[in-house]
């Protein structure tokens, strides 16, 4: 079965600085996705960005890029240049690509909190 | 392009109504998926349909139900509402063939047990 686990409920920020928000995975599935997910407090959830497990380099899109350390079965989300509208939950998330199951499975969440 | 739309935004209902909740997905989308979000909480795993068949469905009792309908939306029923079914229920969908697509989500029907 496939699992998420996020260790971090809440992390503080400055404004313009970089944060890391930790995921660390499990998965029997040789061939899988990593998502990262925003939700602002208005619920809706936006998609960030995706890395595959046979990508060989670390997926980048705009300030955000995931930091794929395969072995270490970890997926970290780094935001460069934090802004005030990067306050937001954050959810790392997981699919496996072959088997029958095809749903996503989230972690709980991490709270990001941008500060002036 | 429309997004994937949910209705009604919010929904208030008594303990032991029903709550039905509907779900339009992208265009060329066939699976549509169910999400529970309570309140602080992760997001739990309700149900999966693909081309009007339930696929999947989560640890969730059988009050829970819903379906597909041949144009691809999907509503969710809930029977015998229970207070903790209070929640943010998200629906989203997504493409079957290409497992590395990931969802597009709704904005969620905010339902509120009294």
Redesign the interface.
């Known amino acids: 079965a496939q699992k998420i686990t996020q260790t971090q409920p809440g992390m503080f920020v400055q404004e313009k600085e970089a944060v890391t928000l930790d995921c660390t995975y499990d998965t029997s599935d040789p061939s899988y996705?990593l998502?990262w997910?925003k939700q602002p407090s208005?619920?809706?959830?936006?998609?960030l960005i995706?890395q595959?497990s046979y990508d060989q380099q670390n997926a980048t899109e705009g300030r955000y890029s995931l930091n794929f350390q395969k072995a270490r079965k970890s997926a970290n989300l780094v935001i460069s240049a934090s802004q005030l509208g990067d306050s937001a939950m954050y959810?790392c998330a997981m699919?496996?690509?072959t088997g029958?199951?095809?749903?996503?499975?989230?972690?709980?969440?991490t709270r990001l909190q941008v500060t002036l | 392009e429309a997004g994937v739309t949910q209705s009604p935004t919010h929904l208030i209902k008594t303990r032991g109504q029903q709550a039905t909740l509907r779900c339009s997905p992208i265009s060329g989308h066939t699976s549509v998926y169910w999400y529970q979000q309570a309140l602080g909480l992760g997001l739990q795993f309700l149900l999966w349909y693909d081309e009007g068949e339930e696929r999947n469905r989560g640890n969730f009792p059988p009050r829970f139900s819903g379906r597909q309908f041949p144009n691809y939306s999907s509503e969710l029923n809930v029977n015998a509402l229970e207070l903790e079914d209070s929640a943010l229920y998200l629906c989203a969908s997504s493409v079957t063939w290409d497992r590395s697509y990931g969802y597009t989500f709704g904005s969620g029907t905010r339902l509120t047990v009294v």
């Not at chain 1, 208005?42 to 998609?47: R, V």
């Not at chain 1, 095809?102 to 969440?109: E, I, N, P, Q, R």
């Open positions: 996705g998502f997910y208005s619920g809706e959830m936006i998609f995706y595959g959810f699919r496996e690509l029958t199951a095809s749903k996503l499975t989230f972690g709980t969440g």
